[in-house]
Protein backbone atom coordinates (compact mmCIF):
# COMPACT_ATOMS: atom_id res chain seq x y z
CA UNK A 1 0.00 0.00 0.00
CA UNK A 2 1.32 3.58 -1.13
CA UNK A 3 1.49 5.45 2.43
CA UNK A 4 1.02 9.49 1.67
CA UNK A 5 2.81 11.07 -1.43
CA UNK A 6 3.39 14.65 -1.31
CA UNK A 7 4.95 15.87 -4.33
CA UNK A 8 7.40 17.84 -5.27
CA UNK A 9 9.93 16.97 -2.91
CA UNK A 10 11.92 19.82 -3.02
CA UNK A 11 10.97 23.69 -4.77
CA UNK A 12 12.85 26.68 -4.33
CA UNK A 13 10.08 29.66 -5.43
CA UNK A 14 11.26 33.46 -5.55
CA UNK A 15 9.67 35.86 -3.26
CA UNK A 16 6.53 37.23 -4.37
CA UNK A 17 5.71 34.50 -5.98
CA UNK A 18 2.90 32.08 -5.78
CA UNK A 19 3.21 27.87 -4.97
CA UNK A 20 0.81 24.69 -4.94
CA UNK A 21 1.53 21.71 -2.88
CA UNK A 22 -0.05 18.72 -3.63
CA UNK A 23 -0.95 15.60 -0.86
CA UNK A 24 -2.03 12.01 -1.75
CA UNK A 25 -3.43 10.55 1.74
CA UNK A 26 -3.70 6.67 2.73
CA UNK A 27 -6.42 5.09 0.42
CA UNK A 28 -9.72 5.56 2.09
CA UNK A 29 -8.72 8.12 4.11
CA UNK A 30 -11.07 10.59 4.36
CA UNK A 31 -8.54 13.77 6.37
CA UNK A 32 -6.04 15.47 5.46
CA UNK A 33 -3.86 18.26 7.34
CA UNK A 34 -0.99 20.42 6.84
CA UNK A 35 1.52 21.37 8.44
CA UNK A 36 4.74 23.95 8.49
CA UNK A 37 7.96 22.76 10.18
CA UNK A 38 10.84 25.10 10.32
CA UNK A 39 14.07 24.24 10.73
CA UNK A 40 14.67 23.71 14.71
CA UNK A 41 10.82 23.74 15.33
CA UNK A 42 8.34 21.16 15.69
CA UNK A 43 5.42 21.05 13.11
CA UNK A 44 2.99 23.76 13.01
CA UNK A 45 -0.59 22.90 12.17
CA UNK A 46 -2.16 24.92 9.08
CA UNK A 47 -5.05 23.18 7.57
CA UNK A 48 -7.15 20.09 8.01
CA UNK A 49 -10.22 19.22 5.33
CA UNK A 50 -11.95 15.96 6.30
CA UNK A 51 -14.75 15.14 3.47
CA UNK A 52 -13.60 18.15 1.31
CA UNK A 53 -14.34 20.43 4.57
CA UNK A 54 -12.20 22.83 5.94
CA UNK A 55 -12.40 21.55 9.80
CA UNK A 56 -9.95 23.35 11.12
CA UNK A 57 -6.74 26.35 10.88
CA UNK A 58 -4.25 27.39 12.34
CA UNK A 59 -2.66 30.64 12.71
CA UNK A 60 -1.50 31.50 9.41
CA UNK A 61 -2.22 34.46 7.21
CA UNK A 62 -5.10 34.42 4.29
CA UNK A 63 -1.96 34.11 1.74
CA UNK A 64 -2.23 30.39 3.09
CA UNK A 65 -5.40 28.28 1.59
CA UNK A 66 -5.86 25.10 0.72
CA UNK A 67 -8.89 22.59 -0.54
CA UNK A 68 -9.76 18.59 -0.77
CA UNK A 69 -11.13 17.08 -3.24
CA UNK A 70 -13.50 14.43 -3.94
CA UNK A 71 -10.50 11.80 -4.04
CA UNK A 72 -9.82 13.45 -1.29
CA UNK A 73 -6.56 14.34 -2.26
CA UNK A 74 -5.29 17.63 -1.11
CA UNK A 75 -3.17 21.42 -2.22
CA UNK A 76 -2.37 23.35 -0.40
CA UNK A 77 -1.64 26.90 -2.08
CA UNK A 78 0.49 29.95 -0.67
CA UNK A 79 0.75 33.36 -2.20
CA UNK A 80 3.19 36.23 -2.36
CA UNK A 81 5.94 33.76 -0.97
CA UNK A 82 8.14 35.16 1.86
CA UNK A 83 11.69 34.16 2.88
CA UNK A 84 9.83 33.07 6.01
CA UNK A 85 8.02 30.19 4.01
CA UNK A 86 11.04 28.83 3.61
CA UNK A 87 9.95 25.31 5.51
CA UNK A 88 9.20 21.78 4.93
CA UNK A 89 5.50 21.22 4.44
CA UNK A 90 4.02 18.09 5.73
CA UNK A 91 0.64 16.09 5.14
CA UNK A 92 -0.76 14.13 7.45
CA UNK A 93 -4.31 11.38 6.33
CA UNK A 94 -6.01 9.86 9.07
CA UNK A 95 -9.05 7.43 8.19
CA UNK A 96 -11.49 9.77 10.26
CA UNK A 97 -11.46 13.47 11.55
CA UNK A 98 -9.66 12.79 14.71
CA UNK A 99 -6.18 12.08 14.61
CA UNK A 100 -6.33 10.75 18.40
CA UNK A 101 -4.80 7.20 17.19
CA UNK A 102 -1.74 9.15 15.15
CA UNK A 103 -1.46 10.55 11.95
CA UNK A 104 0.46 8.87 9.18
CA UNK A 105 2.64 11.80 7.55
CA UNK A 106 4.28 11.97 3.93
CA UNK A 107 7.87 12.65 3.76
CA UNK A 108 7.58 16.43 3.09
CA UNK A 109 7.79 19.10 0.79
CA UNK A 110 11.17 21.12 1.07
CA UNK A 111 10.20 24.39 0.40
CA UNK A 112 13.16 27.75 0.03
CA UNK A 113 12.03 30.97 -1.26
CA UNK A 114 14.93 33.30 -1.89
CA UNK B 1 3.11 31.03 22.30
CA UNK B 2 4.81 27.99 22.56
CA UNK B 3 2.32 25.61 24.16
CA UNK B 4 4.26 22.12 23.84
CA UNK B 5 8.02 21.89 24.91
CA UNK B 6 11.01 19.94 25.09
CA UNK B 7 13.58 21.35 26.98
CA UNK B 8 15.99 19.07 25.70
CA UNK B 9 17.68 19.42 22.42
CA UNK B 10 19.69 16.22 22.83
CA UNK B 11 20.04 13.18 24.84
CA UNK B 12 22.71 9.90 24.54
CA UNK B 13 21.59 6.62 25.72
CA UNK B 14 24.13 3.40 25.40
CA UNK B 15 22.30 0.64 24.02
CA UNK B 16 19.78 -1.77 26.46
CA UNK B 17 19.26 1.16 28.89
CA UNK B 18 16.58 3.47 29.29
CA UNK B 19 15.78 6.15 27.78
CA UNK B 20 13.26 8.82 29.11
CA UNK B 21 12.07 11.39 26.88
CA UNK B 22 10.05 14.41 28.62
CA UNK B 23 7.63 16.82 27.41
CA UNK B 24 5.56 20.01 29.49
CA UNK B 25 2.78 21.85 28.26
CA UNK B 26 0.71 24.55 29.65
CA UNK B 27 -3.21 24.41 28.15
CA UNK B 28 -4.95 22.73 31.34
CA UNK B 29 -7.36 21.70 28.15
CA UNK B 30 -5.20 19.40 26.53
CA UNK B 31 -6.59 15.93 25.92
CA UNK B 32 -5.19 13.78 23.58
CA UNK B 33 -1.32 13.33 23.54
CA UNK B 34 0.82 11.62 21.38
CA UNK B 35 4.18 10.87 20.25
CA UNK B 36 5.86 10.86 16.95
CA UNK B 37 9.73 9.62 15.76
CA UNK B 38 11.21 10.92 13.15
CA UNK B 39 14.10 9.86 10.60
CA UNK B 40 16.27 12.81 8.55
CA UNK B 41 14.32 13.01 5.20
CA UNK B 42 11.03 11.47 6.37
CA UNK B 43 7.99 12.44 7.75
CA UNK B 44 7.08 11.78 11.61
CA UNK B 45 6.16 8.11 12.86
CA UNK B 46 3.05 7.96 15.33
CA UNK B 47 4.45 5.93 17.74
CA UNK B 48 1.82 5.91 20.75
CA UNK B 49 -1.02 8.09 22.24
CA UNK B 50 -2.37 8.82 25.49
CA UNK B 51 -6.11 10.56 26.24
CA UNK B 52 -6.06 12.73 29.59
CA UNK B 53 -8.17 10.08 31.74
CA UNK B 54 -5.66 7.94 31.68
CA UNK B 55 -2.12 8.04 33.37
CA UNK B 56 -0.30 5.29 31.64
CA UNK B 57 0.13 3.45 28.05
CA UNK B 58 1.99 0.42 26.92
CA UNK B 59 3.30 -0.37 23.77
CA UNK B 60 5.92 -3.05 23.74
CA UNK B 61 9.33 -0.73 24.68
CA UNK B 62 7.27 2.31 24.62
CA UNK B 63 5.38 3.28 27.44
CA UNK B 64 3.69 7.08 27.82
CA UNK B 65 3.18 8.48 31.44
CA UNK B 66 1.05 11.31 31.77
CA UNK B 67 1.07 13.85 34.91
CA UNK B 68 -1.81 16.22 34.59
CA UNK B 69 -1.02 18.39 37.93
CA UNK B 70 2.25 18.64 36.59
CA UNK B 71 1.25 19.24 32.91
CA UNK B 72 4.13 17.11 32.15
CA UNK B 73 4.60 13.90 29.90
CA UNK B 74 7.52 11.19 29.17
CA UNK B 75 8.06 8.93 26.97
CA UNK B 76 9.87 5.52 28.53
CA UNK B 77 11.80 3.37 26.03
CA UNK B 78 13.07 0.21 27.72
CA UNK B 79 15.71 -0.83 26.43
CA UNK B 80 16.72 1.15 23.70
CA UNK B 81 18.49 -0.03 20.80
CA UNK B 82 20.62 2.06 18.25
CA UNK B 83 17.23 1.92 15.49
CA UNK B 84 15.83 4.20 18.26
CA UNK B 85 18.23 6.74 17.30
CA UNK B 86 16.12 9.72 16.02
CA UNK B 87 13.89 13.10 16.54
CA UNK B 88 11.15 12.41 19.02
CA UNK B 89 8.32 14.92 19.30
CA UNK B 90 5.93 15.10 21.47
CA UNK B 91 1.98 16.27 20.70
CA UNK B 92 -1.00 17.99 22.43
CA UNK B 93 -4.81 18.89 21.17
CA UNK B 94 -7.76 20.20 22.78
CA UNK B 95 -9.98 19.09 19.96
CA UNK B 96 -8.50 16.01 18.54
CA UNK B 97 -7.42 16.78 15.00
CA UNK B 98 -5.43 20.49 15.78
CA UNK B 99 -1.60 19.02 17.32
CA UNK B 100 0.41 21.73 19.18
CA UNK B 101 3.73 19.88 18.47
CA UNK B 102 6.92 20.35 20.68
CA UNK B 103 10.64 21.34 19.42
CA UNK B 104 11.57 17.79 19.66
CA UNK B 105 14.42 15.63 21.32
CA UNK B 106 17.28 14.16 19.06
CA UNK B 107 17.82 10.78 20.69
CA UNK B 108 21.32 8.76 20.00
CA UNK B 109 21.38 5.56 21.28
CA UNK B 110 24.99 4.08 21.66
CA UNK B 111 26.14 0.56 20.82
Known amino acids: DAGVTQSPTHLIKTRGQHVTLRCSPISGHKSVSWYQQVLGQGPQFIFQYYEKEERGRGNFPDRFSARQFPNYSSELNVNALLLGDSALYLC?????????????FGSGTRLTVV | DQQVKQNSPSLSVQEGRISILNCDYTNSMFDYFLWYKKYPAEGPTFLIS?????DKNEDGRFTVFLNKSAKHLSLHIVPSQPGDSAVYFCAASVTGNQFYFGTGTSLTVIP
Open chain 2, 50 to 54: ISSIK
Open chain 1, 92 to 104: ASSLVLLGIHGYT
